[in-house]
Each structure stands twice: as structure tokens, then as C-alpha cells.
């Protein structure tokens, strides 16, 4: 499984082009598609991106869900409705549509964000609050990891 790690800001050009960190792209080498799957995040103004292989994990988990209900129907809309296969272009970039790039207000720059197995895509000074106030919360609520080991279970 993909795990993205780190904070990158790359310009974005006239045409809607961003170049896909180096480290992130190397990550997703070894996937079925050559590029990304991205979607407009329900829950702050970023884009949601993955590799194809988290996709069909969020597949597998919307539809363990009880089919044809209301928390299925609206994830299913909500992630997969709006999903996009982006392809790497020969310079390692992707063009995020429009929509997507208003969605997160993101100019001529955007900041990649690793969050494991998925990544995000912000406007950079969005990012940057958002980060602050993530780990102003993390810090008041005492948030704490158990470590697992390779197996699933608690060290």
C-alpha cells in the first residue's frame, strides 16, 4: 500500500498544470494506472488524491455497507460520482480540472499534503491554517497512537 509523507507546494500553470511531487509519483509507480484519482473533499476546501489501489479499498468499504442506504448512497456519491482519473503527462503533471482547483481556491500554487495512504491538494496558506488548528486540536485533546505491529495488532 501506497503511504505519502511530507508537504510540497508546486506552481500551477496557466493551462491548470501541477507537477505530482517526485516522492508521491515514485510511490504510485508500481500501480495499474499512471497517475492519480482525485476528488473534491466533503470535509474541507482540498482535493482529495489517491492511487488507484486506495480507491478499490473505499470501494471494498462503501460496499460492505447496507446496500441501497442512505450513509451508502451519499459516500458512494459523494467519492466516487465525483472522482477523476488524472494521468501523469510525460513531465510528471497532472491537470486538475477546474471545478476541483475552485473547490480548494487554489491559484498559481498548490501544496501537496501527506496523509498516509491518501494525499491532499490545497491552496497553500489554506494549508497552513489548516495545519495549525489540526495540531492546536491534536495538542488540547491529548491525541495519542498506539503503535501496531506488522500485524494488525497493538504493540
Not at 460496499?63 to 451508502?72: A, K, R, W
Not at 499534503?113 to 497552513?128: D, H, R, S
Not at 491525541?143 to 500485524?151: A, S, V
Amino acid at each position: 500500500m501506497a503511504v505519502f509523507i511530507g508537504t510540497f507546494e508546486n506552481k500551477v500553470d496557466r493551462k491548470g498544470r501541477v507537477s505530482v511531487p517526485a516522492q508521491f509519483r515514485q510511490t504510485l509507480a508500481s500501480q495499474s494506472f499512471p497517475g492519480i484519482v482525485a476528488f473534491r473533499s466533503y470535509r474541507a476546501a482540498a482535493i482529495e488524491a489517491c492511487g488507484i489501489d486506495f480507491m478499490e479499498r473505499l470501494n471494498d468499504s462503501v460496499t460492505s455497507m447496507n446496500l441501497f442506504s442512505d450513509p451508502q448512497d451519499d459516500l458512494a456519491a459523494t467519492i466516487f460520482a465525483d472522482s477523476i482519473q488524472l494521468s501523469f503527462d510525460g513531465e510528471g503533471r497532472i491537470l486538475l480540472p477546474p471545478r476541483f482547483a475552485e473547490h480548494a481556491g487554489i491559484g498559481d500554487r498548490a501544496a501537496f499534503v501527506g496523509k498516509g495512504p491518501v494525499f491532499q491538494i490545497w491552496e497553500p496558506g489554506a494549508l497552513e491554517t489548516y495545519k495549525e488548528a489540526a495540531r492546536e486540536r491534536a495538542r488540547t485533546q491529548g491525541l495519542t497512537l498506539q503503535l501496531r505491529d506488522g500485524n494488525g495488532g497493538g504493540r
